[in-house]
Nanobody
Framework: QVQLVESGGGLVQPGGSLRLSCTGS????????MSWYRQAPGKERELVAE????????NYADSVKGRFTISRDNVKSTVYLQMNSLKPEDTAVYYC?????????????WGQGTQVTVSS
């Protein structure tokens, strides 16, 4: 069964930190391009950060540059999102995404999402 399972969300005060984790199973994790997206109430889902399959290259949304760090451990089939200096506008459901080639076609795999709330 192909799946992504996120964890690590919660309630944190402004200026605080959280680390999200996403573990994949049922597919070759080390071949997948991994990303974190988020969706705030009433807004469209947006890309937060992404990392190539070997971890050699990363990309971030302008709104999180310098505060968030994406990393991966292909031995553990896990991708992480370290979030520092959190702001209320970071409040959203965070989704893990894997992009892979399956039967010669690109395929997206999504996690169930984890809620991050930044509030005092």
């Amino acid at each position: 069964q192909v799946q992504l399972v996120e964890s690590g969300g919660g309630l944190v005060q402004p200026g605080g930190s959280l680390r999200l984790s996403c573990t994949g199973s049922g597919f070759t994790f080390s071949n997948a391009h991994m990303s974190w997206y988020r969706q705030a109430p009433g807004k469209e889902r947006e890309l937060v950060a992404e990392i190539t399959s070997a971890g050699g290259s990363t990309n971030y949304a302008d709104s999180v540059k310098g505060r968030f760090t994406i990393s991966r451990d292909n031995v553990k089939s896990t991708v992480y999102l370290q979030m520092n200096s959190l702001k209320p506008e970071d409040t959203a459901v965070y989704y893990c995404n894997a992009k892979r080639i399956y039967r010669f076609k690109p395929e997206d795999i999504w996690g169930q999402g984890t809620q991050v709330t930044v509030s005092s």
